[in-house]
C-alpha cells in the first residue's frame, strides 16, 4: 500500500487528524503556523489529485476498502477535483494570511480554537466535493457547518453581533440540513442506495411522489446552505460579523461548495431524464438566479458596510453560477464552474483587503475607507483590481466568466439573459465605484474616528493578499488550467445526466 | 531600421516603460519630463515605421497569448490602424510639450501621476489601433476608459469627481452594457472575432437575418467613446479635466479610438456590402445626422469655450460614424479622412483655448472679445484651427467634408448633402465668431455692449501670450492643417485599400 493509491483520501484526512492537534499547540504562533503548513500540505495533495483525474479521468476510492454501494466511496472527477483545488487553494492564502488579522479580532484566548476550527471547516468542505456518497455529503456538510457557526459566533469580540448573526445561521442551516437529508432518506426508501453512481442507476425511469419530494427537499435544503435568494437571509449578517479572515475563507468556498452539490445532484443523481430537473431550471433556478443577480445586487447598491455590501454582491454572484447551469448546455455549465472558481478568487480578495482595513481601521464601514489610497496604497489597489474583476474588466477573471456565461446564453437562445447579465454587472459597478471613490478621491478625515494616521498592512497579510489578486489576473489570460478542464468537466457531466454533450 | 513586425510589440511597451520611468524620476520633474518627451519621440518613430510598412502593402502583426479557444489577444497593421496609431503618437509628442508648459504654469499638483496615465492611456490607443480582432480591441478600449479616469478627475474636487463619475459612467456602462454583449454575439455567430476585409458577418447572413441592425446598434451605441448621441455625455463631463487632457485624449486618442472602432467595425465586421444590401444601417445614419445637427445647436449657447468645443467635437464625431453608416466607398474614405484632419484641428483649437486659460484665467468666451489683440498668435491658430473644423479649403478639414458629400450622392441620400451644409454653416457661426469677436471687438466692462474696435489694432509691444510651450504647439498642428490639405492625395492611396482599391 503506498501513498500514490491513498492520494484520494488525503485531502481529507490530513485536516481532520490535525485538527484535534491544534488543541495540543500552545497558544500564540504555533497554531497558526501549523494549521497553514497543514493547509498547504492539502492543497499540495489536491494538486496531484486534478493532475491524477486530468491524465486518468475518474478515480474512485473505497474508503475502508468497503465496495459500494454497501461502502462509502469517494468518487473524484475532474468537476469536483477542480473544486477541491480551489478550497484547498484559497484555504492555504487565507490561512497563511489569517495571523495578524485574527489577533485582533479574536479573543487571544480561543486562538487555538480558532485555527483547529479552520480546520475542521476545510476538512468538511473538502469532505462534501470529495464524497460519492450521498449521506455522506450531509456528515462533512454539517461538519462544515458546525465549525462555522462557531467561527462566526468568535466575531463576538469586537461586535456582539455576531452571535445573533451565527445564531441565525444556525437555525437556518440547520433547516437546510434537516431538508437535505430527508431528502436523502426518501431517495434512500425508492432505491435502498445511498451511493450517488448507483442512485442515478436506480432512480432512471422512476418518476413517483417519493423522488419528486425528496428532489424538492435536496433542492430547498442545498438552496439555503447555498443562499439561493429568497433564502439567503442568513448570509449578510453571518459575512458581516464575522472576523475577517473567516469572511473571507467561507464567502470564497462555503458557498461554492454547496453550487457543486447542487451540480452534482442536478446532473448525476438525477439526470435529465427526471421530469422535474428540466422544471427546476426553467421555472425555479433560471428565474430566481435572475431574480437573485438584480435584487442582491440593488441591495449591494444601498449599504454603508463594506462587509455586508460584499455579501450582497455574492448572492447576487451565486446566481450567475444558477443561471448557467439552468440553461442545461455544455457551454453554461462550463460557465458555471468557472464563475464558481473565479468568483472565489475575487470575493476572497476582497474580503482579505476589507480585512486590511480592518486591521488598520478598526471598522469595515464606508467612512472607514475614506482616503485610503493615500494611507494604504497597497490594499487599495488590491481592492480595486479585485473589484474590477468583480465588475468584469477583461484581462480580470471576472471578464472569462463574463464571456463564457453570455456566449452560454446566446447559444442556449436566452439571448435576453445576457443582456441581464451585463446590467447586473453594471450594478457591480457602481457600488465597487463607491468604494473605488472613495478611497481614491476623497480626502482622508482629519477628525473623528479614522483620523488618526494609518500605515500600510504588515507583509504578512499583504502578500497572500497579492497572491490572490495575481490569481485574478492570471487566470484572466490563461484559461488553459481553468476554462478547458471545466469545459471537460461539464462535458463529462453532461454525458452522464444525459444531454447531448 | 527596425522590422514592422517588432515595432508592434515595442510600440506597446515603450509607453509602459515611459510611465515607469516617469514614476521613477518622481523627485525631478525635468528628468521626468525628459522621458515623456523622449518616449514620445521613440514611439513615433515606431508607429511611422508600422506606417511606412503598411503603405508598401504588409500587414505586419503577432499573436501574444490565446485566451481562450478562438478568442487571441492578437494584433495587425492595417491602414486605418496605421493611420490612428501615427496621429496618436504624433500628437501625443506635441501634446506633451504642451503639458510641460500648461502644468508648469499652472503649478498644478500631482504631476507625476499625470503624466504616468497619459502613458498608459498612449499604449492603450496604441493597442486600438492594432488590435487584430474585437477582443482584443475590447481590452485596450477599457484599459483606455481606466487610465484616463484619473486624468479627468485630475483636480480632486466636488466638480471632477462628478465629473469622473459621469465619464467611468457611461463609457463603462455602454462598453460593458452593450458592446460586450454585441461581440461575444458575433463570436457565438460567427465563431471569430478576426477582422477581415469584407466582413466576418456576411458570410453568415443566414445566422444574421433581420437582426443586423440590431447588432449595428448595439456597436454603434456601445462604443460610446464614438459620442453619438444620446451616448455623448461623458465628453462635455471630461471636460473638467486639465487643458491638455481635453486637448489630446478628447480631441484625439479617445474619441478617435471610438470612431475608429465603429469605422473598423462597418468595415471588417459586417462589411459595407453587407449594410448596403441590407440597409440596416440607414436609421443610424440619420441618428448621426441628427447628431451632427443637434451636438451643433447645443454648442452654439455655450458659454463656456471648453463646453462649446466639446459638442463641437459630438457633432463632428457623428461625421465619421456617419460615413461609415452611408456604407458606400468614399463615405467611409470621408471618414478616414476626418479622423485625421479633426485630430489635428480640434486639437489646436483646445490648445488655445488652455493657452488663454493659462495667460488670462479666462475661460468664458463673452469674456474673450478683443483678447486677440493681446494674444494675436494664440487667436491665430485658433482661426486656422476653426476653418478646418468648419471645412473650407485650403485647410484638411475640407476633404472630408467633400469625400462624405460624394459618399452621400453614392448613396442616394441627397438630404444628407443638406445636413452637411447646414452643419457647415453652424459651424462658421459658433466656431469662427470666436477669434472675429477676439480680434475686432473691444473688451466688454462691467456689463456695457461691447464695442467695434478703435485705435491701433494690434499693439506689438504689449501682447499678453501664454509660455512659449503653450503657444508653440498650436502654432505647430495649425500649420499641420495646412500642410494635410495638400497631401490629402498620398493619405487617399494610403487608405484605398480600406475600399478595396489599391
Redesign the interface.
Known amino acids: 500500500m503506498n501513498l500514490a493509491e491513498q492520494l484520494p483520501v488525503l485531502p481529507v484526512i490530513i485536516p481532520l487528524v490535525a485538527a484535534p492537534i491544534t488543541l495540543l499547540l500552545p497558544q500564540g504562533r504555533a497554531p497558526h503556523l501549523w494549521a497553514t503548513l497543514i493547509s498547504w500540505l492539502t492543497f499540495a495533495a489536491c494538486i496531484f489529485l486534478v493532475s491524477a483525474v486530468s491524465d486518468a479521468g475518474v478515480i474512485s476510492y473505497h474508503l475502508g476498502g468497503w465496495v459500494p454501494p454497501l461502502g462509502i466511496e469517494y468518487r473524484i472527477d475532474l468537476a469536483n477535483a477542480l473544486v477541491l483545488a480551489l478550497v484547498s487553494g484559497i484555504a492555504s492564502v487565507v490561512f497563511a494570511f489569517a495571523y495578524r488579522s485574527v489577533r485582533v479580532e479574536v479573543d487571544p484566548r480561543q486562538s487555538t480554537f480558532f485555527y483547529c476550527a479552520m480546520l475542521i471547516c476545510l476538512t468538511g468542505l473538502l469532505g462534501v466535493t470529495i464524497t460519492g456518497d450521498a449521506f455522506n455529503v450531509f456528515v462533512f456538510l454539517e461538519i462544515s457547518s458546525l465549525s462555522t457557526y462557531a467561527l462566526i459566533a468568535m466575531g463576538a469580540n469586537r461586535d456582539r453581533r455576531a452571535l445573533t448573526a451565527a445564531f441565525n445561521y444556525l437555525v437556518m442551516g440547520t433547516i437546510g440540513a434537516t431538508f437535505f437529508v430527508i431528502g436523502i432518506g426518501l431517495l434512500y426508501q425508492a432505491t435502498g442506495t445511498l451511493n450517488m453512481a448507483d442512485l442515478h442507476d436506480r432512480l432512471a425511469g422512476q418518476s413517483n411522489r417519493m423522488v419528486e419530494a425528496g428532489f424538492a427537499f435536496i433542492v430547498v435544503g442545498i438552496g439555503l446552505k447555498l443562499a439561493m435568494f429568497p433564502l439567503h437571509l442568513w448570509l449578510p449578517n453571518a459575512y458581516t460579523y464575522a472576523p475577517s479572515a473567516v469572511s473571507a475563507f467561507i464567502a470564497a468556498t462555503a458557498t461554492k461548495v454547496a453550487v457543486y452539490v447542487l451540480i452534482r445532484f442536478f446532473y448525476s443523481v438525477f439526470g435529465f431524464d427526471f421530469g422535474f430537473v428540466a422544471f427546476a431550471f426553467t421555472y425555479v433556478l433560471l428565474p430566481l438566479g435572475l431574480a437573485g443577480m438584480f435584487i442582491a445586487s440593488l441591495v449591494a447598491l444601498f449599504q454603508d458596510d463594506v462587509k455586508r455590501m460584499l455579501a450582497y454582491s455574492s448572492v447576487a454572484q451565486i446566481g450567475y453560477m444558477l443561471l448557467g447551469l439552468s440553461f442545461a448546455t455544455v457551454e453554461g455549465l462550463t460557465a458555471s464552474l468557472v464563475h464558481i472558481l473565479n468568483h472565489a478568487l475575487m470575493k476572497g480578495a476582497l474580503f482579505m483587503a476589507v480585512a486590511c482595513v480592518v486591521f488598520r481601521t478598526g471598522s469595515h464601514s464606508l467612512q472607514a475607507f475614506a482616503g485610503l489610497a493615500k494611507r494604504m496604497p497597497v490594499t487599495t489597489w488590491a481592492f480595486i483590481l479585485s473589484g474590477?474583476s468583480l465588475?468584469?474588466?477583461?484581462?480580470t477573471v471576472g471578464f472569462?466568466s463574463?464571456?463564457?456565461l453570455?456566449?452560454a446564453a446566446?447559444?442556449a437562445g436566452h439571448?435576453y439573459a445576457?443582456?441581464l447579465i451585463?446590467?447586473s454587472?453594471?450594478i457591480a459597478?457602481?457600488y465597487i465605484?463607491r468604494v473605488a471613490?472613495m478611497m481614491?478621491?476623497r480626502e482622508a478625515p482629519s477628525e473623528g474616528p479614522y483620523a488618526i494616521p494609518i500605515k500600510e498592512a504588515p507583509l504578512s497579510m499583504l502578500i497572500p493578499m497579492w497572491v490572490l489578486v495575481a490569481a485574478n489576473i492570471y487566470f484572466g489570460?490563461?484559461?488553459d488550467l481553468t476554462?478547458?478542464l471545466a469545459t471537460r468537466a461539464a462535458e463529462a457531466l453532461m454525458l452522464v445526466a444525459g444531454g447531448a454533450p | 531600421m527596425i522590422s514592422p513586425g517588432l515595432a508592434i510589440p515595442l510600440a506597446l511597451w515603450v509607453p509602459l516603460l515611459g510611465c515607469l520611468a516617469i514614476w521613477l524620476l518622481d523627485k525631478s520633474p525635468n528628468l521626468r519630463e525628459a522621458a515623456t518627451l523622449i518616449t514620445g519621440v521613440i514611439l513615433f518613430v515606431l508607429t511611422v515605421t508600422v506606417f511606412m510598412a503598411v503603405s508598401e502593402g504588409q500587414r505586419p502583426g503577432f499573436q501574444a497569448l490565446e485566451v481562450i479557444d478562438g478568442l487571441p489577444i492578437a494584433f495587425q497593421a492595417e491602414p486605418l490602424g496605421a493611420l490612428f496609431a501615427v496621429i496618436a503618437s504624433g500628437l501625443w509628442l506635441v501634446n506633451s510639450v504642451y503639458s510641460i508648459g500648461y502644468m508648469r504654469a499652472g503649478n498644478e499638483k500631482n504631476q507625476t501621476r499625470f503624466y504616468m496615465s497619459f502613458a498608459v492611456a498612449i499604449s492603450a490607443a496604441i493597442g486600438v489601433a492594432f488590435a487584430a480582432n474585437l477582443f482584443t480591441l475590447f481590452i485596450f478600449y477599457e484599459v483606455l476608459t481606466l487610465s484616463t479616469f484619473p486624468l479627468v478627475t485630475h483636480k480632486g474636487d466636488e466638480k471632477a469627481r462628478r465629473g469622473g463619475r459621469i465619464y467611468l459612467g457611461v463609457l463603462m456602462a455602454t462598453s460593458i452594457g452593450l458592446l460586450l454583449p454585441a461581440i461575444v454575439w458575433t463570436y457565438v455567430i460567427a465563431g471569430t472575432t478576426d477582422f477581415m476585409p469584407g466582413g466576418i458577418l456576411a458570410q453568415h447572413v443566414d445566422a444574421v437575418g433581420p437582426l443586423v441592425g440590431i447588432l449595428l446598434g448595439l456597436y454603434a451605441f456601445g462604443i460610446g467613446k464614438a459620442a453619438l448621441m444620446p451616448a455623448h455625455p461623458w465628453l462635455p463631463n471630461a471636460m473638467v479635466a486639465p487643458t491638455p487632457v481635453s486637448a489630446f485624449l478628447h480631441a484625439v486618442a479617445v474619441v478617435k479610438a471610438g470612431v475608429f472602432a465603429i469605422l473598423k467595425i462597418v468595415i471588417y465586421i459586417f462589411g459595407i456590402d453587407l449594410l448596403k444590401d441590407t440597409g440596416a444601417s440607414i436609421p443610424f445614419m440619420w441618428i448621426a445626422a441628427g447628431s451632427i445637427l443637434l451636438a451643433s445647436a447645443i454648442a452654439m449657447n455655450q458659454d463656456n469655450l471648453k463646453a462649446r468645443l466639446a459638442y463641437s467635437t459630438v457633432s463632428q464625431l457623428s461625421y465619421i460614424t456617419l460615413g461609415a453608416m452611408l456604407a458606400t466607398s468614399m463615405g467611409v474614405m470621408g471618414g478616414a479622412m476626418q479622423i485625421a484632419a479633426h485630430a489635428l484641428g480640434k486639437m489646436t483649437l483646445f490648445m488655445c483655448a488652455g493657452a488663454i486659460y493659462v495667460a488670462h484665467h479666462k475661460t468664458l468666451i463673452s469674456e474673450m472679445r478683443g483678447l486677440g489683440r493681446v494674444m494675436p498668435f494664440t487667436f491665430g491658430a485658433f482661426f486656422l484651427g476653426a476653418m478646418s473644423i468648419v471645412g473650407l479649403p485650403p485647410m484638411a478639414g475640407s476633404w472630408p467634408k467633400f469625400f462624405l458629400m460624394l459618399g452621400a450622392a453614392d448613396a442616394g441620400q441627397l438630404a444628407i448633402i443638406v445636413v452637411l451644409i447646414i452643419s457647415s454653416i453652424l459651424n462658421v457661426v459658433y466656431l469662427l465668431s470666436i477669434p472675429v469677436q477676439a480680434f475686432y471687438m473691444n473688451p466688454a466692462e462691467e456689463g456695457a455692449k461691447p464695442q467695434g474696435a478703435g485705435g491701433a489694432f494690434i499693439d506689438w509691444g504689449a501682447l499678453k501670450e501664454a509660455p512659449i510651450l503653450c503657444i508653440a504647439p498650436p502654432m505647430f498642428t495649425a500649420a499641420g492643417v495646412i500642410a494635410l490639405f495638400f497631401f490629402a492625395d498620398p493619405l487617399y492611396r494610403f487608405l484605398l485599400p480600406l475600399i478595396g482599391g489599391g
Request: hydrophobic content about 60%; cysteine-free; overall charge neutral.
Open positions: 474590477l465588475i468584469g474588466v477583461p484581462l472569462i463574463k464571456w463564457y453570455l456566449t446566446f447559444a439571448g445576457a443582456f451585463v446590467a454587472s453594471l459597478l457602481v465605484g471613490e481614491l478621491l489570460v490563461r484559461t476554462g478547458d
